[in-house]
T-cell receptor, first 112, second 117 residues
Framework: GQSLEQPSEVTAVEGAIVQINCTYQ??????LSWYQQHDGGAPTFLSY????GLEETGRFSSFLSRSDSYGYLLLQELQMKDSASYFC?????????????FGTGTKLQVIP | NAGVMQNPRHLVRRRGQEARLRCSPM?????VYWYRQLPEEGLKFMVY????????ESGMPKERFSAEFPKEGPSILRIQQVVRGDSAAYFC???????????????FGPGTRLTVL
């Protein structure tokens, strides 16, 4: 089976740093992606890790440990507009068809 | 440089009616995925299609739901005889399907919010 676990809610202060964790148990694993979704909006792609380690993209970084079946999304210098839901997603294989499994999402609330 | 297009954005149906949701993938993308999202929940895979072919429909309910991606025109998700439990946001995503890893990133449309009265 496929399962991904994320905290359901996180609250953080504007300007701070927040880490959203994701643990997964899947029958196939090629990489881990992160998506952001604002209320009423579409999921938008944030980052992708296929190898262990940290990938940095501006204020957002994503980490993967394949041996621990664990990853996290790190958001720095939080802004109010970062308030949204964040989903981790497992890509099961390389290339072609990707039956992606999404986590249940973490709702981030940024407060002043 | 249009992204994934979906229409309608909002759809209201009465129980027993049919709902047709349309999705035009991003230019150059030949892979289309449909997902359903209930309030406060994650995205659930429904079906994966390529042009004129259903590749994986393991997430589709066995009855009342069907999907197609014809040679010409958008992909269609069709729900017959809708019930209140079908109320949800339905997202379409597309990908290029080439190579591996990040190039297989799925890009999502704005979704269709279906409300069944």
């Amino acid at each position: 089976g496929q399962s991904l676990e994320q905290p359901s809610e996180v609250t953080a202060v504007e300007g701070a740093i927040v880490q959203i964790n994701c643990t997964y148990q899947t029958s196939g694993f090629y990489g881990l992606s992160w998506y952001q979704q604002h209320d009423g909006g579409a999921p938008t792609f944030l980052s992708y890790n296929a190898l262990d380690g940290l990938e940095e993209t501006g204020r957002f970084s994503s980490f993967l440990s394949r041996s621990d079946s664990y990853g996290y999304l790190l958001l720095q210098e939080l802004q109010m507009k970062d308030s949204a839901s964040y989903f981790c997603a497992v890509l099961p294989n390389s290339g072609g068809y990707q039956k992606v499994t999404f986590g249940t999402g973490t709702k981030l609330q940024v407060i002043p | 440089n249009a992204g994934v297009m979906q229409n309608p954005r909002h759809l209201v149906r009465r129980r027993g009616q049919e709902a047709r949701l349309r999705c035009s993938p991003m230019k150059g993308h030949s892979h289309v995925y449909w997902y359903r999202q209930l309030p406060e929940e994650g995205l659930k895979f429904m079906v994966y299609l390529q042009k004129e072919n259903i590749i994986d429909e393991s997430g589709m309910p066995k009855e009342r739901f069907s999907a197609e991606f014809p040679k010409e025109g958008p992909s269609i998700l069709r729900i017959q005889q809708v019930v209140r439990g079908d109320s949800a946001a339905y997202f379409c995503a597309s990908s290029s399907g080439t190579a591996g890893g990040a190039s297989d990133t799925q890009y999502f449309g704005p979704g269709t919010r279906l409300t069944v009265l």
